[in-house]
C-alpha cells in the first residue's frame, strides 16, 4: 500500500492532439519534481519531456501505438518519489521511468524501485558521481542511463572557472544529499590541484528555517567567494543569511541554481559577481530545432539547464522501443546504445527526423539519434559526455550564458588533476 500522499499526476500524450493511431497505447513514466525546493526548475524540465512525447506521436507512434506519459510529482522528497515510482511500476507497469532530477531522489527510485524492478529508468538531470559508481558494482543492472553529464565533469569545470575568476580561497556549503556531497568533493579535489584552497567545506540540511550556524562556519576564515550547491528555496535562505552575515557578495553557483527565480529572490543587486556551471548542449541541428518548437508551444526558452536533456531522454526511450519492436523494458534497455550508435546514419529532433528513423529502423538498419543535448554517446555505465555551459547575471539582472568549457577541456582538465 502506497503512503497517502500529494502525487500530481498528468498524462500526456500529443500535444495538439488529432493524429491517428492503431487501437493501442504505450504509456511511459516520468518522476520530477514539480514542487518543493526543485519545482521552478522541474516544471519547466517536465515540459521537454512532453514535447519529446508530442513529436513521437507527430511522427506516428511508436511501432503504431501512441504514447502517453505519465507524470508525477516527488516533490523533490525521495520517500515521495519512491511511493510515485512504485505505483508507476507496479499499477501502471510503465517499462520505462524518465527521471528524476535530484539525485537524492532518482538515488532512491533506482535502489528501491527500478533496479530491483528491472524497469529503465534514464534521468535528464541527476549529475552525481554515486551513479557511475552503482553500475560499476553491477547494482544498476544496466537499466540506468542520464542525458547529462556527471558531476564528475561538472566538479573539474567548476573548479577551472573558479580559477579563471581569480579565487584563490573558496568556501562550499552544501546540499545534504549525493548531489551536493559528489559535487562538493570533485570540486575540492580539481580547485586544489589547480592550486586553490577550500576554507571550509559545510553540509547543511534540507528544510531548514534559519542557516546562520553554517554560514557562520563557512565564513571563517573569511574566503574569497562561495560555492553555494543546492536548489532554490533553502539555497535562496542560505544566500540571503550570507549577504547579511557580510560574507563576500561573490558566488560561484552550479546547475542546481541556474534559475532566473532565484537570482530574483536573493536580489538582483547582490548577485553582480556570479560564476556558473551547468549541463551544456552541443551546437547540434537537433537544438536548434528543439528551441524552435519549444517556443512555438511553450514561448520563450528559459535559460536554465536540462530541458532539452528531457526531451532527449523521452525521444530516447520511443527509439528504442522501435529499434526493438518492442515496449518490454529489457528491450528498451538493450536498444538505447543501438539507435545511438556512431556507426548509424544520422537522425535529429523533429518530428519529421523521427519519422525517418521508424522508417529505417523497420528496414533493419541502424541510426545515431543526436539529441538537442548531444551526441549522447552511452558508455557501459550509462554516462555521457557533454560540454558545461559557464553562466552569470549580466548588468540588466538577467541569467546568461558567458562561455563554455568544451568536452576536450574537461577530459584534458581531469588529466591534469589527477
Known amino acids: 500500500m502506497f503512503k497517502k500522499i500529494a502525487l500530481v499526476g498528468v498524462v500526456i500524450g500529443a500535444l495538439g492532439g488529432g493524429s491517428a493511431f492503431a487501437a493501442c497505447t504505450t ?8 514542487t518543493g525546493s526543485l519545482g521552478v526548475l522541474g516544471q519547466t524540465i517536465a515540459k521537454g519531456a512532453e514535447l519529446g512525447v508530442a513529436d513521437l506521436n507527430s511522427a506516428g507512434g511508436v511501432n503504431g501505438c501512441e504514447i502517453k506519459l505519465s507524470l508525477l510529482d516527488d516533490q523533490t522528497s525521495p520517500s515521495v518519489g519512491v511511493d510515485a515510482a512504485k505505483k508507476l511500476v507496479d499499477v501502471q507497469r510503465v517499462p520505462a521511468i524518465i527521471g528524476a532530477l535530484s539525485s537524492g531522489v532518482s538515488a532512491a527510485i533506482l535502489t528501491a524501485v527500478t533496479a530491483p524492478g ?17 553500475a560499476e558494482q ?3 543492472g544496466g537499466y540506468w542511463f542520464r542525458t547529462t553529464p556527471s558531476d564528475a565533469l561538472q ?23 549525493a548531489y551536493g556531497q559528489g559535487l562538493s ?25 534559519s542557516y546562520r550556524s553554517e554560514v557562520n562556519k563557512a565564513l571563517n576564515p573569511t574566503p574569497d567567494a562561495l560555492f553555494l550547491i543546492g536548489y532554490p528555496g533553502d539555497g535562496t535562505t542560505i544566500a540571503r543569511e550570507w549577504i547579511a552575515a557580510g560574507g563576500p557578495q ?22 553582480k559577481d556570479v560564476h556558473g556551471t551547468a549541463a551544456g548542449s552541443s551546437k547540434t541541428p537537433s537544438l536548434a530545432t528543439f528551441q524552435a518548437e519549444y517556443q512555438a508551444k511553450f514561448g520563450s526558452v528559459p535559460t536554465q539547464a536540462y530541458i532539452p536533456n ?47 528513423a521508424a522508417q529505417l529502423l523497420s528496414q533493419g538498419k541502424t541510426i545515431q539519434y543526436i539529441g538537442a543535448s548531444g551526441p549522447l554517446e552511452f558508455d557501459k555505465n550509462g554516462d555521457v559526455d557533454a560540454p558545461m555551459v559557464v553562466w552569470g547575471v549580466n548588468a540588466q539582472g538577467k541569467v546568461q550564458p558567458t562561455g563554455m568549457v568544451t568536452v576536450e577541456q574537461i577530459a584534458a582538465l581531469r588529466k591534469q588533476t589527477k
Do not use: C, W
Open 310 to 356: 528531457a526531451y532527449d531522454a523521452t525521444v530516447l526511450v520511443g527509439l528504442a522501443m522501435e529499434q526493438a519492436r518492442s515496449n518490454k523494458a529489457d528491450a528498451i534497455r538493450d536498444s538505447i546504445r543501438k539507435v545511438t550508435d556512431p556507426k548509424g546514419e544520422k537522425i535529429y529532433a523533429g518530428a519529421a527526423e523521427l519519422k525517418k
Open 250 to 271: 561573490k558566488f560561484l553557483l552550479p546547475d542546481g541554481l541556474e534559475s532566473q527565480d532565484f537570482v530574483n529572490d536573493v536580489g538582483v543587486q547582490y548577485m
Open 118 to 134: 528491472k524497469v529503465v529508468q534514464i534521468s535528464p538531470a541527476s549529475t552525481s558521481p554515486t551513479f557511475t559508481d552503482l
Open 155 to 177: 566538479g573539474v569545470a567548476m573548479a577551472k572557472v573558479a580559477h579563471d575568476a581569480g579565487f584563490k580561497k573558496v568556501a562550499i556549503l552544501y546540499l545534504n544529499n
Open 185 to 209: 568533493k570533485e570540486f575540492a579535489a580539481g580547485f586544489a590541484k589547480l592550486g586553490g584552497s577550500v576554507t571550509e567545506d559545510v553540509v547543511y540540511n534540507p528544510s531548514q528555517p
Open 138 to 140: 553491477g547494482k544498476t
Open 27 to 34: 504509456t511511459i513514466g516520468a518522476v520530477m519534481s514539480l
